[in-house]
């Protein structure tokens, strides 16, 4: 634990976007703090953005499925909340609930609706100043995917599109996968019958990687990339940016040549749309994850998995930091508090401050509501440490209002359906079965589950979105309010100080600065009150205070104080 008797750390934190970017070190609290100036920065520096899981978010047409026309219908929803860019999970034509197989480039889930409704929604959201990024996954595609029949039965130029063998490698030789340290060949390689050979998957036997040094492929990939910018579509979240190059069993993941085939893609979507933003999915310590910057030639952002498992074991003791499909090692750099430590490996990793986008949770990791017990006072606090850690903020959809899942044991329950209101399947479907009871699309067989934690949820009084509205303390409208700051607010962006520091023995305090304005944060993280009159000074407000009573600072209550 953080000791009160530590010097707090005073860090400048610099913003991003500059192609120089200089040593970024941390000062001592007595020292001058120097700020940059935030001046034409891009847009999605400012942007708090919405994970959108389509099949979960809103069903529109009564067949137990979200679908566009639904998440068109809640975009003013999204809109009340603060939203201001959305990042839709796959929606291309997939054999799979989660659609992260394509068999189709160039058309949209079928489940999600037609390709004019997925235009009505891009228009729509525009409309309502709202930009909108897609899954895209480059490293591999579906085996039910032409390209992959045409390879397994030697027609060319498809040959080659995909990373094929003749034997399965020996164990002992390194091969498996590259997020673990498994020496597990047949994890990776898989035979095909009709080649007569084995071909290289990552992410199992029915998602194959492509070859992304054939130059079809790549070229392959910038046409399907402009195809959806045409579209009107604001940039792309990439899947497993690490795993694209494979060169050998010591040679599966973040490569040289890995970093410069982003390069290369992200100049050609900058030829398309200057503005358009690439963010990638390196779920690895941020040393490694900055790497995917690329010198200011890669891409644009990159998630900081890092401060969620931060996060989590500040308010949640005994959390253990685990990665489905990667490698965090959550070390300390040294004595700081964790959430300190967080931003000096930052300041430290080699890319600015601005890369790295801080969240929570996402669809492959249980979700935090889960993990904190449904204690909401806990995810408030959780909220909180969010919107003060610089950078680009991401939420998965419904943790606004604390969405929990029924258990653990399949990605399905970190990925149900969004709890709107009290009415039938919390105001998702008006459809008899909802999708996380169709066992046929699901293609394997679930315990009856989906009702009884519906009926758990409702039993709560505050576990959909309308109740926790009407609730003027609620987790949904501390949301609201965090977002709002975040825009209002220039110390809550990414310039500007940072300062964490223990004023008692289980209170945490978290001070942003930038030219005068300044936001302090107190969080009780026992399980008592405490008074916390001595903090209080005549230059602030408070923002938010539903957990104070006179000067006492209820248990796991979180306090909000800014200069006007």
């Not at 005073?10 to 935030?38: F, I, R, T, W, Y």
């Not at 130029?157 to 340290?181: C, E, M, N």
């Not at 749309?273 to 990159?302: H, T």
């Amino acid at each position: 634990m953080f000791k009160q008797s530590m010097s707090a750390l005073a860090l400048a934190l610099m913003l991003a976007g500059c192609s120089d970017v200089p040593k970024q070190e941390a000062v001592n609290d007595n020292a001058a703090v120097s700020v940059s100036a935030e001046h034409s920065a891009p847009w999605w520096q400012a942007a708090v953005f919405y994970q959108i899981w389509p099949r979960s978010f809103y069903d529109s047409s009564g067949d137990g499925h979200g679908d566009f026309n639904g998440m068109t219908a809640k975009l003013p929803y999204l809109q009340q909340l603060g939203i201001d860019a959305i990042w839709l999970t796959p929606m291309f034509e997939a054999p799979s609930y989660h659609g992260y197989d394509f068999t189709e480039f160039y058309q949209v889930e079928s489940d999600y609706g037609t390709m004019a409704e997925f235009e009505a929604f891009i228009r729509a959201a525009d409309a309502k100043g709202m930009k909108v990024i897609l899954d895209l996954v480059i490293n591999h595609i579906s085996r039910e995917h032409e390209w992959f029949r045409l390879s397994a039965e030697g027609v060319a130029p498809y040959r080659d599109y995909f990373v094929w063998r003749k034997d399965l490698p020996a164990a002992g030789k390194g091969w498996g996968h590259a997020w673990s340290d498994n020496d597990l060949p047949q994890a990776v390689w898989h035979f095909d019958e009709r080649r007569g050979e084995y071909y290289y998957a990552a992410f199992g036997a029915s998602q194959p990687d492509l070859n992304l040094e054939h130059p079809d492929v790549i070229a392959e990939m910038k046409k399907m990339a402009k195809f959806w910018l045409d579209k009107g579509v604001a940039g792309f979240r990439l899947d497993a940016v690490r795993f694209v190059i494979e060169r050998g069993p010591q040679g599966q993941a973040d490569l040289a040549e890995t970093i410069d085939y982003w390069r290369d893609f992200n100049a050609f979507v900058k030829s398309v749309n200057p503005e358009a933003y690439l963010v990638g999915e390196a779920w690895v310590d941020l040393p490694i994850a900055a790497k995917y910057w690329g010198g200011g030639e890669g891409l644009d952002q990159g998630f900081d998995f890092e401060v969620g498992y931060k996060i989590l074991g500040l308010l949640q003791q005994d959390t253990a930091v685990e990665a489905q499909f990667g490698t965090i090692s959550g070390e300390q750099s040294g004595p700081l508090h964790p959430l300190q430590d967080n931003i000096q490996r930052r300041l430290d990793s080699g890319a600015p401050l601005s890369f790295f986008t801080p969240f929570l949770t996402n669809h492959d990791q249980d979700r935090i509501a889960y993990q904190l017990q449904q204690d909401m006072a806990k995810a408030k606090q959780a909220a909180a440490l969010l919107f003060t850690s610089p950078g680009t903020k991401y939420l998965y959809y419904g943790e606004e209002i604390g969405l929990t899942q029924a258990r653990v044991g399949d990605d399905v329950y970190r990925r149900a359906p969004m709890l709107w209101d009290t009415s039938k399947h919390a105001g998702f479907s008006q459809a008899e079965q909802v999708w996380v009871q169709q066992d046929d699309r699901l293609h394997k067989r679930f315990e009856p589950w989906w009702p009884d934690f519906v009926a758990a949820q409702k039993a709560t009084g505050q576990g959909t979105v309308a109740e926790q509205q009407a609730q003027p303390d609620s987790l949904w409208n501390l949301y609201q309010f965090l977002i709002a700051q975040k825009k209002q607010r220039p110390e809550l962006r990414v310039a500007g100080s940072y300062q964490v520091s223990e004023p008692a023995t289980g209170l945490l305090q978290i001070d942003r600065e930038l030219n005068g304005s300044h936001s302090r944060l107190l969080l009780n993280l026992t399980g008592t009150a405490m008074d916390v009159s001595r903090i209080f000074s005549t230059e602030f407000a408070v923002s938010w205070g539903h957990d104070m009573d006179d000067k006492q600072l209820q248990a796991q209550g979180l306090l909000i104080l800014q200069t006007p």
